[in-house]
C-alpha cells in the first residue's frame, strides 16, 4: 500500500511539470502567433487586400519581381527592367481591391 501513494504521487508530480511546461510553451507561442496574426492584418490592410495566403504568396512574387526590375536596372539593360516592372505591377496590382 505504501509503495502504491508513492508511486501515485510521484505521477502526479510529473503530470504538473508536464502540465506547467505545456501551459508555458502555450502562452508563448500563443502570443507569438497573435503578433503574426495582427501584423499580417496590419499590413493587409494598409495594402488594401485580403489577409489570405494566397495573396501574401502573390505579394511576396510581386515584390521578388520588384527586386529583378531593380537588378535589371542595376545591370543596364531597359529592356529588362521593363519587362520585370510591367510583371511585377500586373501582380501586384492584382492584390488592390
Not at 32 to 51: D, K, Q, V
Amino acid at each position: 500500500m505504501q509503495s502504491d501513494s508513492f508511486f501515485t504521487s510521484l505521477g502526479n508530480t510529473f503530470g504538473e511539470v508536464i502540465r506547467t511546461i505545456v501551459g508555458a510553451l502555450k502562452y508563448v507561442l500563443g502570443g507569438f502567433g497573435h503578433a503574426i496574426g495582427e501584423f499580417s492584418g496590419g499590413l493587409a490592410r494598409a495594402l488594401g487586400m485580403n489577409p489570405t495566403l494566397f495573396n501574401f504568396a502573390l505579394l511576396i512574387l510581386g515584390l521578388l519581381l520588384l527586386w529583378a526590375a531593380i537588378g535589371a536596372l542595376v545591370r543596364r539593360s531597359l529592356l529588362g527592367f521593363v519587362f520585370w516592372v510591367v510583371l511585377a505591377v500586373l501582380v501586384l496590382g492584382a492584390l488592390i481591391e
